[in-house]
């Protein structure tokens, strides 16, 4: 099968190709990347005015299976992430039971062979049962597939505990992914504390609750020598640690959630759950700070925290719905809307911070178009102008505070090993599962 992309703006931070060219793949690789290329191709795709990029990587999702399938599954993930663009994804370890062990990173992998082209890596949990106990096997973990380890949903309180196994973790050569919050200090809080909760009569989260995590994950990164990889990072002065850290030739990298560079805590105008998310949202130096950091490539990384529920739990009171919003379907859109069109980033530094940055950070051979490599491609229409409909969404969780927001920037097609996983034509949308033959 050979498929020639035709006409599209190649855009490719591994050789820092950036100009209309053409993309020739032949049996699931990339075969030429050339100005002209005139072949006989079973499959030709119109790229003009598009941008063809690497396969679109998000390090930070919940595909809820196993145990919480009512909210999200495996292979409506994997839907939701062709239909955002997304390529490869990797899963977060708060599952029913734990991603704690190689039985269950085993079974994440092999469900996902069952159910989707799309690649889904597992992040196994740093502590068995994530209780902040008893670290897991990071050797075994990792050479039975799992890509890093995370205590996502908590941190690993116990600084004692969490020095450990950043120094097995530098041993074995595993990411740790940090998420970072002092449990003692959240309290009661559901949104930002500040004027606006008080407005709302909620109780607060401090930006200190992220903070003071950040410092002691980025020593003790400096003491052990381990990879640490902080997630979803939300304040003005985890920019400055991240900034510092960097400076300091540690290894650490971190990423910011559209929604994070996106809103306030001003956009929260009513009891609305699909506003909560954790860490919530902050106030608007927050969001230049982190948009600063992102231009300044301080921040490496764009994810999602792709973070599914069902819509009877989103129902609820904001102080009792839990944390979470979807984002796979929305990143693109919002990434070109906020960033892109408004000379934050340029398209080079979007495709860095959602393909090539992600996959230097796990050690995958992916988020390139160099000729060799896996045809894992994404092609996005920059200019398409849209409005949000979260009923269209492949995902089970409709819960997004982007409802009815005008947006531009589509996915036009998203391509696994070389196949067409997901297509929008003339108005009209195709997501290929598994099962189904491939275009």
Do not use: W
């Not at 690789?29 to 005015?49: F, H, L, Q, R, Y």
């Not at 495996?74 to 190689?102: E, H, K, L, Q, Y």
């Not at 670290?135 to 597939?145: M, R, S, V, W």
């Amino acid at each position: 099968m050979t498929t020639l992309i035709k006409n599209g703006r190649v855009i490719d931070p591994a050789s820092k190709t950036d100009e209309i060219k053409d993309v020739l793949i032949e049996n699931g690789k990339i075969k030429a990347v050339e100005k002209s290329i005139e072949t006989k191709a079973d499959n030709v795709i119109d790229a003009t005015g598009c941008m063809v990029t690497p396969g679109l990587i998000d390090l930070h999702v919940h595909f809820r299976e196993p145990g919480f399938e009512h909210k999200e599954t495996i292979r409506t993930g994997a839907r939701a992430a062709a239909r955002g663009g997304f390529t490869t994804v990797c899963c977060m370890p708060n599952t029913r039971p734990v991603i704690d062990s190689v039985e269950m990173v085993k079974m994440v992998i092999e469900k996902a062979k069952e159910v989707t082209d799309i690649n889904v890596l597992p992040i196994a949990a740093i502590t068995a049962g994530q209780d902040g106990e008893y670290i897991t096997d990071f050797e075994k973990l990792y050479a039975n597939g799992a890509i890093a380890v995370s205590e996502d949903g908590k941190s690993v309180m116990n600084a004692r505990v969490a020095r450990q196994a950043m120094r097995l973790a530098a041993e074995v050569g595993i990411p740790v992914f940090a998420h970072c919050e002092d449990k003692n200090l959240v309290a009661r809080g559901v949104m930002n504390a500040g004027e606006k909760a008080k407005e709302l009569g909620l109780f607060g989260i401090m930006n200190a609750v992220e903070d003071v995590i950040v410092a002691r994950d980025i020593l003790l990164a400096k003491n052990t020598g381990a990879q640490l990889h902080l997630c979803h990072c939300s304040t003005e002065d985890s920019v400055r640690m991240v900034k510092f850290a960097k400076e300091e030739g540690l290894k650490v990298t971190a990423e910011v959630a559209p929604h994070h560079f996106t809103l306030t805590e001003d956009d929260i105008t009513t009891d609305d759950a699909n506003f909560k998310m954790n860490p919530p949202l902050r106030t608007r130096l927050d969001v230049d700070t982190l948009k600063e950091g992102l231009q300044d490539n301080i921040m490496d990384v764009i994810a999602t925290d792709h973070a599914p529920h069902h819509k009877t739990e989103k129902e609820r009171p904001f102080a009792e719905a839990p944390f979470g919003i979807t984002g796979l379907e929305t990143s693109v859109c919002l990434t070109m809307t906020e960033l892109v069109k408004t000379g934050v980033l340029t398209p080079m530094q979007m495709v860095e911070k959602m393909s090539y940055n992600p996959a230097k950070i796990i050690g995958i051979d992916k988020g390139t178009l160099l000729p060799g490599k896996v045809a894992d491609v994404t092609i996005i229409d920059p200019d398409d102008e849209y409005v949000i409909d979260s009923e269209r969404f492949a995902s089970m969780g409709k819960n997004t505070p982007f409802n009815g927001k005008k947006v531009t920037g589509r996915v036009r097609y998203t391509m696994v090993n070389g196949r067409v996983v997901y297509s929008y034509r003339d108005g009209s949308e195709c997501i290929i599962d598994k099962d189904v033959p491939k275009l």
